[in-house]
């Protein structure tokens, strides 16, 4: 498609960013809405964050989603920040408005949207979870299952300081119950548990999933892995295999990106088959 030189432009930062299905999600929306528009994949450095963002915005560009590394550093550049993005201390989207650098985060939004889609409403509501990892998507997931009424939030990671961290930062501010601790708990406490959320890059392409045993997960238990390439992790491959339910990454990603677009090029798209689809197919190329 064609653009003019009034197209509205914006993109992705990443370190790497190569492997990010932003562009082909949002090339997807761009041509079935027939927009004068383009989205653009763009590798940043993390000392370059910040002048490359000013650069983009100086350049007309109405914004950027963020991935790693960049999320939160990203917040600090931010000017203001929406709601949840203020609470989870982190952002995916950046918005610019003439000289100002608004953050947001529409990550657990996402996660909620997809949580629902994969496992019916009120998935979580009064039961135990567990969040895997310590970094900006964990904090996004804590804030989701948060909103979704979960009664206790397990926070497990390799680093337990990490962890305590996090759990001190949300206590105050959520009615769930947090507890952290490092992997080496994991088979003690997991027992119970209705929902593992894994936020880790673990079982990205060519990177070995977590190892974390399954079988200590009550029958009925579910699995949500936020890796989507490749789509089946190592994880949700072993989580099939004991007959646990599973959800991909693919669903956040895909939901996360409504309000981004928005931002962008002026309209609220749909997640629809025919979308999945096509991200299915460009994962598998």
Do not use: C
């Not at 992705?12 to 082909?24: D, E, F, H, I």
């Amino acid at each position: 498609m064609n653009i003019s030189g009034a197209a509205r432009l914006a993109g992705v930062v990443g370190w790497p960013v190569a492997q990010s299905l932003s562009p082909a999600l949002h090339s997807h929306w761009i041509a079935a809405h027939g927009i004068d528009g383009a989205y653009v994949p763009l590798p940043v450095a993390p000392e370059d964050l910040a002048r490359v963002m000013d650069g983009l915005a100086r350049a007309g560009f109405r914004g950027v989603n963020v991935t790693v590394p960049h999320k939160e550093a990203a917040f600090a550049l931010a000017d203001g920040h929406d709601d949840a993005a203020r609470m989870i201390g982190a952002v995916n989207l950046l918005v610019f408005e003439g000289a100002r650098i608004t953050g947001r985060n529409t990550d657990a939004a996402g996660l909620v949207a997809a949580l629902v889609d994969g496992l019916g409403a009120d998935p979580v509501k009064g039961k135990a979870v567990a969040v895997w990892g310590a970094g900006g998507t964990a904090r996004a997931a804590i804030f989701a299952l948060a909103q979704m009424h979960a009664a206790e939030i397990r926070i497990f990671n390799r680093t337990a300081g990490r962890a305590e961290a996090l759990a001190a930062a949300f206590a105050p501010a959520v009615p769930a119950r947090l507890t952290a601790m490092g992997y080496e708990r994991w088979r003690e406490l997991g027992r119970d548990v209705a929902l593992v959320v894994h936020t880790t890059s673990a079982g990205m392409k060519q990177t070995p999933s977590l190892d974390l045993p399954l079988d200590v997960l009550p029958a009925g238990a579910a699995v949500f892995d936020a890796v989507y390439n490749p789509l089946e992790t190592g994880l949700l491959a072993r989580a099939r295999a004991r007959g646990l339910r599973t959800v991909d990454g693919l669903g956040m990603l895909m939901h996360q990106a409504v309000p981004a677009f928005e931002a962008f090029f002026g309209i609220r798209p749909k997640v629809t088959p025919a979308l999945r689809q096509a991200l299915e197919k460009t994962l598998n190329a």
